[in-house]
């Protein structure tokens, strides 16, 4: 079944790489896998903490980031509350069993964080604490199949009936044929756009993948020595070139 | 008794406008599906869903009366992959994929429903596709080719002011 089958990593702000790693390493176990200078972007770095063999939790660190919440902006003052949209309400671990929860609800504690009590009417039975630089923490235990709730009243208050809720349920599947799908033109697609500078994003995504690979490859681990790469170098010559080109054919339109 | 421990995510939740574009949007677009939508407080005034993942993890989507819908580009969301938001948030989300073939048919589901995608790109030790999600979220879909061991840098050690004792503490 085609679908992500995980979260390989989140990316989270801070403005405190040493104390975040440190802080989720001491309180949830999580060893450091990666930390490196994030690709072309100037005093930014990436860490990456280990979940388990295909997930990550990773932190982004600036010298520009600001540990400065808005509530209700870009944190939810609780976890009854609300943040801006697109942005995270809270963020849960999985433990797999419920002695286990418990377990590790003590073992956090015991660390004089606050937790609440389990919520063994949740869904998933959980429990929320407060993590660094604000963020809302919980950790639970994921219900098997048979004790999804799907609750029609709540389904129908967002737009759904019953037969839409259903269609919801089931996996859609997809064809691939047998050469690549090219991006949409712009105005015939789905309008979902990336936030970069116009005449960059017309670039990109017309572009061909080839190029856009070859650009962006940075496949030598950062401690090993770094060959000269023709293919990158040409690869951001084109792309200069297209970028250029689309700006000034914008700029005779727009005149 | 071993200790107990995390075994994967459980949820991401987020804030969100339309719920219903967004459940149809990661129907659609990504082919998941839906395992629990419910009323998020006693008064009725929030929904949440939740969609699968795994067994053990899902992604959450949370509507209420009271969501903000103005997004402050560097505070509330990134402009893109490279660019910052306050401490505490979210700046983008990597969903997983076992393999390469995997990743470019996903490229290609989510290009034929009208959703630009990007990549893939090497980064070393993963490759990556790139895409924009309901309410301006910065999405992304990685499967893990190589060892991320080597990807610990000595001067970023430093920059970020880790001692000796430290660095050892986080790799075990």
């Not at chain 2, 987020?14 to 990504?30: E, G, I, K, P, R």
């Amino acid at each position: 079944m085609l679908q992500p089958n995980g979260i390989h990593h989140l990316a989270i702000c801070t403005s405190d790489m040493r104390k975040t790693l440190l802080y989720f390493n001491d309180v949830l176990g999580f060893p450091l896998a990666a930390l490196y200078w994030m690709h072309g972007v100037k005093n930014t770095v990436h860490g990456f903490l280990k979940i388990n063999d295909s997930s990550c939790l990773a932190f982004v660190y600036s010298p520009k980031i600001i540990d400065e919440k808005i509530v209700g902006i870009t944190h939810p003052a609780t976890i009854s509350d609300t943040s801006t949209r697109g942005t995270m309400h809270h963020l849960a671990f999985n433990v797999d069993s419920q002695e286990a929860l418990t377990q590790i609800r003590e073992r956090i504690l015991a660390k004089g964080i606050a937790c609440s009590e389990i919520n063994t009417q949740g869904y998933p039975v959980s429990f929320t604490f407060p993590g660094p630089e604000g963020m809302l923490l919980q950790i639970g235990c994921q219900p098997s199949a048979e004790e999804n709730v799907f609750d029609e009243d709540a389904a129908a208050a967002i737009g759904l009936d019953k037969a839409a809720m259903e269609a919801l349920k089931s996996h859609k599947p997809y064809n691939r044929p047998a050469s690549p799908v090219p991006n949409a033109l712009l105005g015939a697609d789905a309008g979902y756009h990336m936030n970069y500078p116009d005449p960059v994003y017309r670039t990109l995504i017309s572009a061909p993948d080839e190029l856009v690979f070859d650009f962006t490859q940075d496949n030598v681990p950062p401690n090993e020595k770094q060959p000269f790469n023709v293919k990158r170098r040409l690869a951001k010559l084109k792309l200069l070139f297209r970028i250029i080109l689309s700006s000034i054919s914008r700029s005779r339109g727009k005149a | 008794m071993t200790q107990a421990s995390v075994s994967d995510y459980s949820h991401l939740e987020l804030n969100c406008s339309n719920m219903m574009q967004t459940l149809n949007y990661f129907s659609d677009v990504l082919g998941m599906t839906l395992v629990s939508i419910q009323w998020a407080d006693s008064a009725k005034n929030a929904v949440r869903a939740f969609m699968r993942l795994n067994d053990r993890a899902t992604i959450s989507f949370l509507a209420t009366l009271r969501t903000p819908i103005d997004i402050v580009t560097g505070v509330t969301h990134s402009k893109n992959a490279a660019d910052n938001t306050r401490a505490g948030t979210l700046q983008h989300i990597a969903f997983n994929v076992d393999t390469v073939e995997d990743l470019l048919a996903l490229r290609d589901r989510i290009r034929a429903s009208g959703v630009h995608c990007l990549g893939p790109m090497d980064h070393g030790f993963c490759y990556s596709i790139y895409f924009a999600g309901p309410d301006d979220t910065a999405l992304e879909i990685s499967t893990t080719t190589n060892d991320m061991s080597k990807w610990i840098v000595p001067s970023v050690v430093d920059y970020i002011g880790l001692t000796d004792e430290e660095l050892e503490r986080l790799k075990a």
